[in-house]
């Protein structure tokens, strides 16, 4: 029968995991913990593809336990009761490990009726996730549970992995692999942290490989035809595409260009164009804003352009607004003055605003209450003192000039209006 290459050779011990030091390497917490044997409930976080079930079935090999392996999107509670049933019986004399895999996926009943077992210590519960557990494990769950993360594989990681791969399957089949320059680093960066997807390219290239006696060449065209976006992360449903999308405007708001066009690529190379977009336009106004105001109109004509044209060319207005935004002077001031108003507005401040800012249909109804109003343009500089808060709020202040040249401008601009006109 046929078992792919990850499942061969998967590691058997915690020295041959990859990629996961800060919680596997000697000393480590997580390392820990299971060498001493005493292994609480545990919750799994990271992307697909890093380790978590391994190391759930090193963990229940070193520790003498019967290991139940469940995944969410297909179990029930029916095949919880059945594990269940098996405690206390010489199915399981030292207690049962259950690993359930996309925990998300239970909802909260089920997710409740795991709570009784793992309380009096009879279920150890490992859970993983590719999803944040704080958003979708339930809070008992959590409350009864250690939560460790599992990172991305690096490339050197995964390299290490790939090279492994290689040397078994030399060993298997018995043929002497020869990667032309590069494939090995391709397949490890091409993998985006996903070991399986790499070991997989692997196992393709050496089935489709044509040997020369008992030579194998592996070539980077290969290569890249079995791992072309096959490993980019950017499903909407999944927290990796709001982390691109959040990667994308703290890069512009931190003002690098380069992070900035790398993680639009990854974006755009994931088919993501209309949320790249929206994105840009978000970040257009929240982080350049009045620093730059024309800003806007910029980005929404590239935007604009972007959509008509469609991939590949979309890429190239895109590329010119990311830098600009990122080369761009910044202020956040003009939301900010709105943010500190809308909480005043929600905490029920201000009440009526002053009649003289009334419609002047106002005025129609009776001529014993004139509105007042001082219209600006009849007055020099087009500015005339009056008050336009509600009285409950005068004196308060949302919007504080922000420290670039286009709103110093215009702060020293109206200090000089203002102060004049308070001198006459």
Known sequence: MYQPLADLIRPQSLDEVFGQEHILAEGAILRRLIDSGNVPNMVFYGPSGTGKTTVAQIIAKQTKRTLYQLNATTASTADIKNIVSQLDTFMAPNGVLLYLDEIQSFNKKQQQSLLEYIENGKITLIASTT???????????????????FKQISPAAALQAVQRAVAFLEQRTAL??????????????????????????????????????????????????????????????????????SALQKSIRGSDPDA??????????????????????????????????????????????????????????????????????????????????????RAGKGGDFPRHLQNVHADTYTQERPQGYQYPHNYPNHWVQQQYLPDELVGTRYYEYAPNKLEQAAKAYWEAIKHGYSTR
């Open 176 to 245: 002497k692999a020869v990667p032309e320059a590069g494939t090995l680093e391709h397949i490890a960066g091409a993998c985006g942290g996903d070991l399986r997807k790499a070991l997989n390219a692997v196992e393709v290239l050496f089935t489709a490989g044509r040997p020369d006696g008992d030579i194998l060449p592996l070539t980077l065209a290969d290569a890249q035809a079995v791992t072309q976006k096959s490993a980019l992360r950017a499903d909407r449903d999944g927290d990796n595409f709001y982390d691109l999308l």
């Open 131 to 149: 999803e944040n557990p704080y958003f979708y494990v339930f809070n008992a769950i959590l409350s009864r549970s250690t939560v460790f993360e």
């Open 260 to 345: 900035a066009v790398y993680y639009l690529g990854v974006l755009l190379e994931a088919g993501q164009l209309q949320a790249a977009c929206r994105r840009l336009m978000v970040i257009a106004a929240e982080d350049v804003g009045l620093a730059y105001p024309m800003i806007i109109p910029i980005v929404n004509a590239s935007v604009d352009m972007a959509l008509k044209l469609g991939m590949p060319e979309a890429r190239i207005p895109l590329g010119d607004a990311a830098v600009l935004m990122a080369t761009s002077p910044k202020s956040n001031s003009g939301h900010v003055a709105l943010d500190a108003a809308l909480a005043d507005i």
